[in-house]
């Protein structure tokens, strides 16, 4: 299958803190897309990263690839209440994007 | 959400009765999807279009049935609606897929329940 797997499903972090969620993936990939849904939401695409890209920023997110590895991880940095919300990878291969079953991060003000 | 409008946003079916969802753009891009979100299951793709006329099936396609007559709507027909098909189904669009699948922009959702 070339859904993403991501870890941990579910964090909860003080606000400021810095939280790390990970994607593993099984197959070879074009690019690697994370996106957030808040509750009830439809998904909003956050960073797109490369095959052949190994890290990429926007602004408060650092998203890193490694394709040794087959996994890629989003860090979002000095957390925020506002920030809660389920974050998911997504893989871009050979068939439209496969989505894994996301990361449930409540960030604790 | 970018120019995407889904409808209805919520209904409430039985089992057995056909049901029709609609996605409408305004961003003319070519790429258009239907996903569905259950717990448990995060986003599975239903079918997906990239032309007019032009659609495939995706992951759980069984039971549903696609049509897209125009660059800007996307239909996602329930043929005989089941209690397994209650779920929550976002419309999304993208300018490119294929291989080269760029970003995806959603709609807000369409909450179905099937009794």
């Known amino acids: 299958s070339q859904q993403g797997e991501e870890d941990p499903q579910a964090l909860s972090i003080q606000e400021g803190e810095n939280a790390t969620m990970n994607c593993s993936y099984k197959t070879s990939i074009n690019n690697l897309q994370w996106y957030r849904q808040n509750s009830g939401r439809g998904l909003v695409h956050l960073i797109l990263?490369?095959?052949?890209?190994r890290e990429k920023h926007s602004g408060r997110l650092r998203v890193t690839l490694d394709t040794s590895k087959k996994s890629s991880s989003l860090l979002i940095t000095a957390s925020r209440a506002a920030d809660t919300a389920s974050y998911f990878c997504?893989?871009?291969?050979?068939?439209?994007?496969?989505f894994g079953k996301g990361t449930r991060l409540s960030v604790i003000a | 959400d970018a120019g995407i409008t889904q409808s209805p946003r919520h209904k409430v079916t039985e089992t057995g009765t056909p049901v029709t969802l609609r996605c409408h753009q305004t961003e003319n891009h070519r790429y258009m999807y239907w996903y569905r979100q259950d717990p448990g299951h995060g986003l599975r793709l239903i079918h997906y279009?990239?032309?007019?006329?032009?659609?495939d099936k995706g992951e759980v396609s069984d039971g549903y049935s696609v049509s897209r007559s125009k660059t800007e709507d996307f239909l996602l027909t329930l043929e005989s609606a089941t209690s397994s098909q209650t779920s929550v189904y976002f419309c999304?669009?993208?300018?490119?897929?294929?291989?080269?699948?760029?970003?995806?922009?959603f709609g807000s959702g369409t909450q179905l329940s099937v009794l």
């Open positions: 279009s990239y032309g007019v006329k032009d659609t």
């Open positions: 999304a669009i993208s300018a490119t897929g294929g291989t080269t699948n760029e970003k995806l922009f």
């Open positions: 990263i490369r095959s052949n890209e």
């Open positions: 997504a893989i871009s291969g050979n068939t439209p994007l496969v």
